[in-house]
């Protein structure tokens, strides 16, 4: 069972005072945030998700604390919420941003916008905006993509199909590493960032002429501040009601 740190209903921050955001502006906080979910992500977000535009982190269970008015949802559970969460975002015209590595899932058309963000390690995702805009050019080439992650991780790989659609890669040829022993002794893991890390590599080329690129995430990932930085591009931004890819965050220059 999760345990909710309380935090002070949204309606109490009226008054709260300005802060200066990335580029030194003085704002007053405004943004609403509601967390769905009950596992360790929902819970490492409502105790750490904070930014200048940020009035206040709260748990989906106090939803109805929340004025009408600038609300964000975060979906980051496993999609028993989901549907409820829709609806609330209807009703309310917030915007939905999605953690989940099956994001796409949701579906559909709706009347709000939806941002689709199965990794908000913003590194990572300004390495994938590159191989999206730029992977075409090694369509001739063998490639190669092997990831690995925590053994404890039982949910589809998402950052590594991302970049095996970036470079027209079958899925089903990802190789994926979840034995503590192989990802140690054979990929140079940490033993101490055993249970939970996320590494990629893709190989481009043959035994004769070849690119090797490799990314690590050691240790608790930014999730927080990473999503801090995602609604910041977001909020006081006037979205239409379609789905976005975090890429296309990157790319219009939000991010």
Not at 82 to 103: D, H, K, M, P, W
Not at 156 to 171: F, H, K, N, R
Not at 199 to 214: A, K, P, Q
Not at 227 to 245: H, N, Q, W
Request: charged fraction near 20%.
């Amino acid at each position: 069972m999760v345990k909710w740190t309380r935090q002070l209903p949204a309606q109490q921050n009226n008054d709260a005072p300005r802060r200066r955001n990335r580029r030194g502006k003085l704002v007053t906080p405004s943004v609403q945030v509601l967390i769905v979910g009950s596992g360790k992500l929902a819970a490492e977000l409502i105790e750490n998700l904070k930014s200048p535009n940020i009035a206040s982190v709260l748990p989906w269970s106090r939803r109805d604390e929340v004025p009408a008015g600038r609300s964000i949802v975060v979906h980051a559970g496993s999609g028993r919420e989901l549907q409820s969460a829709l609806t609330f975002c209807r009703s309310n015209n917030s915007v939905l941003i999605e953690l989940s590595t099956s994001g796409t899932a949701i579906g559909g058309t709706h009347p709000f916008p939806v941002i689709i963000c199965p990794n908000v390690n913003i590194l990572m995702v300004k390495f994938m905006a590159m191989l999206q805009s730029q992977g075409h050019l090694f369509r001739e080439y063998p490639k190669t993509i092997l990831e690995s992650h925590q053994a404890a991780k039982t949910s589809a790989p998402g950052t590594a199909i991302s970049i095996a659609q970036s470079l027209d890669v079958e899925p089903d040829r990802i190789t994926s590493i979840r034995n503590p022993v192989v990802q140690e002794n054979k990929l140079g893991i940490p033993p101490d960032a055993l249970s939970r890390h996320a590494y990629h590599r893709i190989v481009i080329g043959d035994e004769n002429v070849s690119v090797t690129l490799e990314t690590k995430a050691f240790g608790q990932a930014p999730y927080a501040s990473g999503l801090a930085r995602v609604i910041d591009s977001v909020s006081g931004r006037k979205l239409e009601p379609k789905a976005y890819d975090i890429v296309t965050l990157i790319q219009n220059g939000w991010l």
